[in-house]
Nanobody
């Protein structure tokens, strides 16, 4: 399975960006997909997750109400819509796939597949 993250860039505070995570090699509907990020000088952190069917989602507190994760299984793609961006959202964003179901989804070691990351920079 290969995951390809895209959609990052340089934006202003308050702007919106939509990240995409396209899966190939296996139907994405067979696994949970999470988004993680790593800010400069910080550990990688969990951002959001969506179940294989899309019926369940979860977010880290700092992005609740601003970010929305969704998926289109017909296109084997998961999205992360990021609104009201803040400087502290600046990071490399990674998508990851897990075949272990809805289990400890915020732990990066539960994921089997990782995309290459896409940079999001929020400028003030």
């Amino acid at each position: 399975v290969q995951l390809q993250a895209s959609g990052g860039g340089l934006v202003q505070v308050g702007d919106s960006v939509r990240l995409s995570c396209a899966a190939s090699g296996r139907t994405s509907s067979s696994f949970v997909v999470g988004w993680f990020r790593r800010a400069p000088g910080k550990e990688r952190e969990f951002v959001a997750v969506i179940s294989s069917s899309g019926g369940a989602t979860s977010y880290t507190d700092s992005v609740k109400g601003r970010f929305t994760i969704s998926r289109d299984n017909a296109k084997n793609t998961v999205y992360l819509q990021m609104n009201s961006l803040r400087p502290e959202d600046t990071a490399v964003y990674y998508c990851a796939g897990s075949t272990r179901g809805w289990l400890k989804y915020s732990a990066s070691n539960m994921y089997d597949y990782w995309g290459q990351g896409t940079q999001v920079t929020v400028s003030s």
